[in-house]
């Protein structure tokens, strides 16, 4: 014989197993097309419209992004300064803006020296257009869903 729960424990026990089985249903209904880029789509966009046709109107860009992150390639000098974090403006002074599917690369100067700097998408913080007051940030540290990682198989 099993022992019976009071009716509030046995009313909580279903409610927990039916809120279990919706959030399991609901999880499946998402569509699994959101890989970890996905949250740059926009950036990626508005810099290859950029790199395409320049800035626009009193547009600017302030990006700032992880600079220990793999990928990134920025002068000695600044890696050493800024070893963590760094942020630089596409404004006045920026040159050869190229757009991949990953990453960006352009040409900055740092004490009058040019330099390519080269930003893997995902190691972007912030994307900030003060010119229209949007600031858009992203959690570097957040790994991709189950989904969006290649099926072995």
Not at 29 to 49: G, I, K, M, N
Not at 126 to 145: H, L
Request: proline residues 7%; glycine residues 4%.
């Amino acid at each position: 014989m099993t022992p019976s729960l009071p009716h509030d424990l046995r009313t909580l026990a279903v409610a927990m197993m039916m809120l279990a089985t919706l959030t399991s249903h609901a999880a499946a209904q998402q569509p699994c097309t959101a890989a970890p880029l996905a949250q740059y789509a926009e950036v990626r966009s508005t810099l290859a419209d950029v790199a395409k046709r320049g800035l626009r109107g009193r547009h600017y860009y302030e990006i700032t992004f992880r600079t220990s992150f793999d990928g990134v390639i920025v002068p000695d000098a600044q890696r050493a300064k800024y070893p963590e974090e760094m942020t630089f403006v596409l404004q006045h002074q920026f040159e050869r803006l190229n757009v991949t599917a990953d990453r960006f690369s352009v040409n900055l100067w740092f004490k009058g020296i040019k330099s390519r700097v080269t930003v893997p998408f995902n190691a972007v913080t912030y994307f900030v257009d003060p010119s229209v007051n949007d600031r858009r940030e992203f959690d570097v540290g957040t790994p991709a869903r189950a989904c969006d990682r290649p099926q072995s198989g």
